[in-house]
């Protein structure tokens, strides 16, 4: 990959963004369904790139057909595989940067506010993190197995390709060969792309649903009366500055500072990250192993508080502009959104495909039954917002959750976005990639757990998630 590769990578990309808002203007079925210019372009680069286009030149090149062209559009559809192998690590660089940005030029909240807020989000995921165990085990005691001849290490797959993601099911490639089922992680990988892909085509639908209900704080079924609010453009009468000169371009382009004080907050979180997990190293690691799957991205939260506290402490001359920091936090999440759906691996799933199926389908409607029955109850404010993140995010990774927030408050008015980094904070290292997601197949064949004893776990998890999330921290409490 050379300085080229990613030159041209970035430039596609700010062209492909370019196109879809213009495809979003024109457009009128994605208005009526508030879909971002965003996704749009993340299912193009999806059709265009290797997964859609290149397999289908690819079957055409095995055919005789097409010859070099149809061979060479087979390696990376349209773009090509370097810029496609690009595009496929900016996701996991730009949850960062959106993390990093959700404190500066802000009040920071105190820490009873935090815990409120993170609560309820927390209850929430535990519950469906810890469900996706126990439908997956019951399905692989009483279904998978027996009819289908699969371990019952199947039972962890709707947690590990849904929650986990497609980072962990590549992770996991030896678990699964040391487990003796080497076709676990295709079916693991399958899932985290059926789980992304149904994240956001289910969440859109939700979404609508919701806002035809008036369910959405900032969206309805009024939402842009007229054409220009529709297509996503500003009246000239109701357009406000998207940012604040706060130091003269003399110095420093004020856009020029605010990356610099982005990218310090990340710095800050990487070095936070690298010395909780040298300290885990040197004191307890050889006894049990957390801060190492622990993603930089709350970290980088948190080193983002810690520099807004400084700020907060020595600038006079509040040089932090908030407005500027949401263009950053902006451009950086449709970037994020674009590829990560644009880069899904779409592996096709030939051997176990009833399994898969099975799973698929048990995983999607156990994530679409929390949000409709358990989110309304669990999450007191702003619940359809802070719902519908939460739901992207038990499809599949973190991007997914965050485009779903992004479409019913693309403002960032609500509390969704603070409560879904305080979350993440406590619940991705253990689920979700985290220290139970890496130790779920070493318990279920291990003869003093198994796989009744790993359900039975799971199952007094969930019990105990519900009923915090139902009767202490939600709606029931005031009942």
Partial sequence: MTPDTVGLALLLLGALLLVVKLIRVRWKLPQRLHVPGSVIGGGIALLLGPGVLGSLMGWLSDRGWGGSLTAGLARGGLFGPDVVSVWAALPGLLVSVVFATLFLGKPL????????????????????????????????????????????????????GFMGGNGTAVGMGDTFDRAGWPRGQ????????????????????????????GQSSFIGSQTGNTGKERSGLIERGDRSEGSTMTVHPSSIDPLTLHVGLVALAVLIGQLLLMGLQWLERALWADAIQIMAYVPLFPLAMV?????????????????????????IQGLSLDML???????????????????FAILAVAGVLWSVCAFLFLAPRMMPGHWFERGLGEF???????????????????????????????KQLVFEPFFAGGLVTAAAIPLILSPHVGPVGFLAIMAVVLAVSLFTGLFVLGRGRRR
Avoid: C, H, W
């Fill in 392 to 422: 992207g995010k038990s499809l599949g990774i973190t991007a997914t959750g965050l485009a779903l927030m992004r479409m019913v408050d693309p403002e960032m008015k609500s509390s969704a976005y603070l409560a879904f980094g305080y």
């Fill in 109 to 160: 909240p105190r820490f009873r506010e935090a815990a409120s807020l993170a609560g309820s989000n927390l209850a929430f995921g535990v519950t469906v993190a810890s469900g996706q165990y126990v439908i997956g085990l019951l399905l692989a005691l009483l279904v998978l197995a027996p009819l289908f001849d699969v371990p019952v290490i199947s039972g962890a797959l709707i947690e590990i």
């Fill in 186 to 213: 295709d079916l693991a990988l399958g899932l985290a792309s059926v789980g992304l892909l149904s994240g956001v085509i289910v969440g859109i639908i939700l979404l609508n649903r919701g806002a035809r209900r």
């Fill in 303 to 327: 080193g983002g508080a810690l520099l807004q506290l400084l700020i907060g402490r020595f600038d006079r001359g509040d040089v932090v502009d908030q407005k500027t920091v949401e263009r």
């Fill in 337 to 355: 959104i674009l590829t990560s759906i644009g880069t899904v691996p779409l592996r096709g799933i030939t051997a176990d495909l009833a399994v």
